[in-house]
């Protein structure tokens, strides 16, 4: 005998119906906001205090701006998100929706990036989430190559934890002992400091691990606080670009900061949306890095920019950070 109680959502037509019109309804909010984006980008531009810069080698672009005369607090630091997935997964099966970069770590810096953010899981390999990809040491020989390449470059390299993994054992004293001469020690007193005057260090290490006890002041890692950022998951790109304009406007600007805080332009893949690999869903905000730093000066923002991070990073965006650097240090911005 049939129950009086089934409904139409026992129908599986009719559910099926339902999922496919929320696809739909979902793809078009998609295309409302990137419209929405490049409406912005004609009418607005993306012109913003040293613009127009372009560093003559991208890889020493901080030492042509004058180790004596750049302090830590005034760098807009290019980063990359996810920066050691270049070779996670399996090529044209998982790695689409796992890679956020096509580079390697010492491509990415020699291209001029100089935040670093990797994933670590309890047997020191690089991970996305379930994926693991090559040990962090190659991450570690790329920072130190591209060190021993350059002189008065700075590095920010972050290692968390990945959500769901266990702290590798002992990393504290790994990283330590990996990169060695290369740490600057945990210490406020860095964010006034030039270049110059924290060499031959370059490396500021933030370890952020799940359990473990937290790097202390005077430490050769520096701890999570030291490194915030307020990341929201969605694919909707005028969503997370408000989102961030919105954070960071929350912030002390970067003369009175005692840490460094991160803006990343991205938008992450939805496990409800048809689009799960990631080029073609970051690639909706990706080309508005320039977009955002112009905006973020129209609404008086300009002095809190600080760390910029993007997925696949390309010269010019890169070029962008140095731009606003360079301005600041002549002391247009």
């Known amino acids: 005998m049939a129950s009086s109680n089934s409904n139409s959502s026992s129908n599986p037509l009719e559910a099926m119906g339902a999922f496919f019109s929320k696809q739909v309804d979902r ?50 630091w290019p980063g990359t998100h996810d920066s050691a997935t270049n070779k996670i997964g399996v090529p044209l099966v998982t790695r689409p929706f796992a890679q956020c970069q096509s580079m390697s770590v010492y491509e990415q810096l020699a291209m001029g990036t100089r935040v670093v ?6 047997e020191r390999r690089v991970c996305h989430g379930i994926l693991a990809t090559y040990p962090v040491d190659v991450v570690l020989d790329d920072v130190s190559r591209f060190l021993s390449e350059t002189e008065s470059e700075l590095v920010i390299l972050e290692i968390r934890t990945e959500f769901g993994h266990e702290d590798p054992p002992g990393f504290d004293r790994f990283l330590a002992d990996k990169l060695g001469e290369h740490l600057i020690p ?55 670009f408000e989102s961030n304009l919105k954070f960071l406007g929350q912030q002390p600007p970067v003369a009175g900061r005692r840490f460094f805080y991160r803006v990343e332009n991205t938008v ?49 965006f890169v070029d962008a950070c140095a731009g606003v650097t360079k301005a600041r240090v002549d002391g247009t911005a």
């Open 27 to 76: 793809r078009k909010l998609v295309t409302t906001e990137k419209r929405a984006l490049a409406t912005r980008l004609s009418s607005s531009g993306d012109t913003f205090p040293g613009s127009e810069h372009r560093p003559a080698d991208r890889k020493r672009w901080m030492a042509e701006l004058g180790a004596d005369k750049l302090r830590v607090h005034q760098v807009v």
């Open 268 to 316: 992450t893949p939805k496990a409800d949306n048809p689009v799960l690999c990631v080029w073609p869903v970051t690639k909706r905000i990706h080309g508005y890095a320039r977009l955002f730093i112009a905006e973020a000066f129209a609404k008086g923002l300009g002095d809190k920019l600080q760390v910029f991070s993007t997925d696949f990073i390309d010269g010019d």
């Open 186 to 240: 945990q210490d406020e007193a860095v964010f006034h400091r030039t270049v110059a005057e924290l060499l031959p260090r370059r490396v500021i290490c933030v370890w952020k691990p799940r359990k473990s006890p937290p790097p202390r002041p005077g430490d050769p890692l520096w701890s999570a606080g030291y490194l915030k950022d307020n990341w929201i998951d969605t694919d909707l790109p005028e969503t997370k």
């Open 117 to 122: 953010d990797v994933r670590v899981q309890e």
